[in-house]
């Protein structure tokens, strides 16, 4: 059974950073892919970044392109987000999910975290 828990959040002012970690548990945590994902009040859930576990080829989103970098670290089974620049846009609850292969969707997923940012 895989599990995956999110942390990082909380209460940041317009311009600043937060770094939000995703550390993964399993016998045999394998991903394809890991990704983070954000959802605001009101809004549906959308992606963010997406990393190949194996490759680190990286997807974002263009709302985000320039600002956040997603990373991971294979030995430890984790995954971050580096946000900065952030805006009050940003707010949202982020999660990370795991996938393993291109043909499947995401089937693992963290509980949230909370990002809010202030004006």
């Known amino acids: 059974q895989v599990q995956l828990v999110e942390s990082g959040g909380g209460l940041v002012q317009a311009g600043g950073s937060l770094r939000l970690a995703c550390a993964a548990s399993?016998?045999?945590?394998?991903?394809?892919?890991m990704g983070w994902f954000r959802q605001a009040p009101g809004k549906a859930r959308v992606l963010v970044a997406t990393?190949?576990?194996?490759?680190?080829?990286?997807y974002y989103r263009d709302s985000v392109k320039g600002r956040f970098t997603i990373s991971r670290d294979n030995v430890k089974n984790t995954v971050y987000l580096q946000m900065n620049s952030l805006k009050p846009e940003d707010t949202a609850v982020y999660y990370c999910?795991?996938?393993?292969?291109?043909?499947?969707?995401?089937?693992?997923w963290g509980q949230g975290t909370q990002v809010t940012v202030s004006s």
């Open positions: 999910a795991a996938r393993r292969s291109v043909r499947e969707d995401y089937v693992y």
């Open positions: 399993g016998r045999t945590f394998r991903p394809y892919e």
């Open positions: 990393i190949a576990w194996s490759s680190g080829t990286t």
